[in-house]
């Protein structure tokens, strides 16, 4: 335990991989026990275990961080300006006034030491209690309270459950600060379901993100255009065929008045495509509101430039800078040492100024994690000429470009053998103190050449990232546009086959007549018997359901008299009108042209007529002389309808082939219809006829 500091003090955080599922499916909540006091004054004794000799400075990382932290409690890193910018220092600064106690906040790149041990070095330096917070460019990763009491455990639980893997430092750290701000009992409590919903061994559950990127964008636009075409198009085709689909239900041909009315007006399936149209644009825009990629803040040239200037005014100084924000794995004789071969190096005939940099590279700093832009950048800031060699603290790795010197060119450098450039050891320190005095010896070897050199490097940062994600109405909206029409067009294609089908299942399943002006068109002139069965049922039917809806219709006697006839010849049951052959053809013809008549009497039609040629034809228009045999010249006059009797006026020679005939008594022969023996040649008399001779065949009087 710390002097002057309470049980507290041994709180210490849980070193996570924020949101990473390893972490959370090994998550606990350590309580204050004694084996992590103990572990945590054993890492921060292990830290300050080499304290510096007696008047000599203390350069360790601790040591400037403490230097920081005494002149600002939030200290934001210079080095993560594409993610975490120095702008953002007064952001964080407002959130840590929040937790209510004193509070200490590092936002440093990843650490590859022990953070807990950082946080405990740098207090022992400062020298003040309160709860110091260590803030990577992901989130919250370690925190440990000193002297105060702050539930540091549970926040970091639930920052690490609650929050995806996207949220970012800044909203990272505010749910940190606001779950200390709670006390510990709500802490616990909030930590205990935080773990218990996304942490459980069971539990698939995570975080919604909180940013889409690019590739979201493109698919969010895509969709927008299948759709703003799509739908509206299916909407305008589908409608009119569905409207024609309608018309030839049988309910709509039974009653051809109800079927116009039902009709939209004019322009309403536009006008609703339109809407329709409008309210996916509309919806769209809404529920696709995400205008950025990422939780990162714009830096400003200032965050860009911060690092570079730091180091080459370390440079000026010293030919050797480490960067004192990261773990320092150069000691001082190490330093002296390459120092010493710098200047011996420099004085030397062929050689010429060296300058070190121990910086990490990484993706978040101003140059992206490249080396050449780094060295380029340091270059054009010091404005010395020279080889520049950068070596990473955190891989080990040890780049060199040469600017300005003759007899060290970028060729030979290129040449630099992977035992110096690159770290295989498992060495926590890279031996790079090592491998750097074996790269000085690779340049004191240079040889003179005569080649012309490679160019130095004088690359430019790459611009930072910017995150606004494109206008939801362009990239591939256009195409989506489209590929919205094909689909519609498919679909259109797809359904219409299915109601054509719907269709024609209803209409045979309870087929309805057909209307009298079709039915010279429509009736064949050799009918089947199954033909003249289904005809016969559906149109007896027919008149039998008129009835059944009209029955003031009872009045008109010429009405009923043809549905007494019809059932004569049925038996006086409709249901007759069956599969089995009970009732003839010649029968089936005249229950088909005594039900239309029946029904045409119902609607005020009292014509007396039917085509002589063919009774299917329905209502006749006159009486012609025409040929009903191929042979012989002979002509009969009969009653015809206006097909019939077109054809016997412009070619008479053919009015013979409308004729109906009948099946025979034998199997595939035919017959006339004026030959059979029952009523049905009565026809041609006229509609009271040829309910007489039913009446008579039936032996009615």
């Not at 109800?258 to 919806?283: D, M, N």
């Amino acid at each position: 335990m710390r002097p002057g500091g309470t049980q507290d003090d041994t709180r210490a955080a849980v070193t996570t991989t924020p949101y990473g599922d390893a972490h959370r499916g090994h998550a606990s909540r350590p309580r204050y026990t004694l084996g992590v006091s103990v572990v945590l004054l054993l890492l921060c004794a292990l830290w300050t275990a080499t304290p510096a000799p007696a008047g000599a400075a203390d350069t360790t990382q601790a040591a400037h961080l403490a230097a920081q932290l005494r002149t600002n409690p939030v200290y934001v890193t210079d080095q993560l300006p594409r993610e975490i910018p120095r702008s953002t220092a007064p952001d964080f600064t407002r959130l840590a006034k929040r937790t209510g106690v004193p509070t200490y906040v590092l936002v440093l790149p990843n650490q590859s030491t022990n953070g807990k041990a950082l946080l405990g070095a740098v207090h022992d330096r400062l020298g003040r209690d309160g709860l110091y917070v260590l803030v990577d460019y992901i989130g919250v990763t370690d925190a440990v309270a000193f002297g105060v009491r702050a539930p540091a455990e549970d926040a970091l639980t639930v920052t690490s459950y609650e929050l995806p893997y996207d949220a970012g430092p800044l909203r990272s750290f505010e749910r940190f600060a606001d779950v200390i701000a709670q006390g510990d009992e709500k802490a616990a409590a909030r930590a205990e379901a935080a773990s218990e919903k996304y942490g459980g061994s069971h539990s698939g559950e995570e975080p919604e993100e909180l940013y889409i990127g690019p590739t979201d964008r493109d698919n969010q636009s895509f969709l927008t255009g299948i759709l703003l075409t799509g739908l509206p198009l299916l909407l305008l085709t589908l409608g009119a065929f569905v409207r024609r689909w309608r018309r030839r239900l049988p309910s709509a041909r039974r009653n051809p008045g109800a079927g116009t009315t039902s009709h939209l007006p004019r322009g309403v399936l536009p006008g609703l495509a339109l809407l329709t149209a409008f309210a996916i644009g509309l919806g769209a825009w809404f529920t696709f509101d995400q205008t950025t990629s990422s939780a990162a803040q714009a830096p400003a040239a200032t965050d860009l430039s911060a690092r570079i200037d730091r180091v080459a005014e370390g440079l000026k100084q010293d030919s050797v800078y480490a960067d004192p924000e990261s773990p320092q794995i150069l000691d001082a004789d190490q330093k002296k040492q390459l120092r010493d071969r710098i200047q011996e190096f420099s004085g030397s005939k062929d050689g010429g100024p060296v300058f070190v940099t121990v910086v990490p590279q990484m993706p978040e700093d101003e140059s992206a994690g490249n080396t050449d832009v780094f060295a380029a950048s340091v270059h054009r800031e010091l404005d010395r000429d020279g080889v520049y060699v950068v070596a990473d603290p955190v891989d080990g790795d040890i780049n060199a470009v040469s600017y300005g010197l003759p007899h060290v060119t970028n060729r030979y450098l290129f040449g630099l053998p992977d035992a110096v450039q690159y770290d295989d050891s498992d060495s926590r320190d890279h031996r790079l103190g090592e491998r750097l005095d074996k790269f000085m010896t690779f340049l004191e070897k240079a040889p003179a050449e005569d080649e012309p050199d490679y160019p130095a490097p004088d690359r430019r940062p790459e611009p930072v990232d910017d995150h606004a994600l494109a206008p939801l109405f362009s990239g591939d909206f256009w195409p989506g546009l489209l590929v919205g029409a094909l689909v519609a067009l498919l679909a259109f294609a797809l359904l219409a086959g299915v109601l054509a089908i719907v269709g024609t299942v209803l209409r045979r399943r309870n087929p309805a007549p057909l209307p009298s002006a079709t039915l010279p068109f429509e009736a064949p002139t050799d009918p089947s018997t199954t033909y003249l069965r289904r005809t016969a049922r559906t149109e007896l039917g027919e008149l039998q359901g008129q009835f059944r809806d009209s029955p003031d219709q009872l009045a008109h006697m010429r009405a009923w008299e043809c549905f007494d006839a019809a059932m004569l010849l049925v038996d006086g049951d409709v249901d007759a009108l069956t599969d089995d052959d009970s009732v003839e053809p010649a029968s089936l013809v005249a229950v088909i042209v005594l039900s239309r008549a029946g029904r045409a009497a119902l609607s005020g039609d009292t014509n007396n007529l039917c085509c002589g040629l063919n009774p299917l034809h329905g209502p006749a228009v006159s009486r012609h002389h025409v040929r009903i045999s191929a042979e012989g010249r002979r002509r009969s006059l009969l009653p015809v309808c206006q097909v019939c009797r077109e054809t016997a006026i412009v070619e008479p020679g053919t009015v013979h082939t409308l004729r109906m005939t009948l099946p025979g008594p034998e199997r595939g022969e035919r017959m006339p219809y004026e030959e059979d023996a029952g009523p049905l040649p009565a026809v041609r008399d006229g509609i009271p006829e040829l309910i007489n001779r039913v009446r008579e065949f039936t032996s009615v009087s």
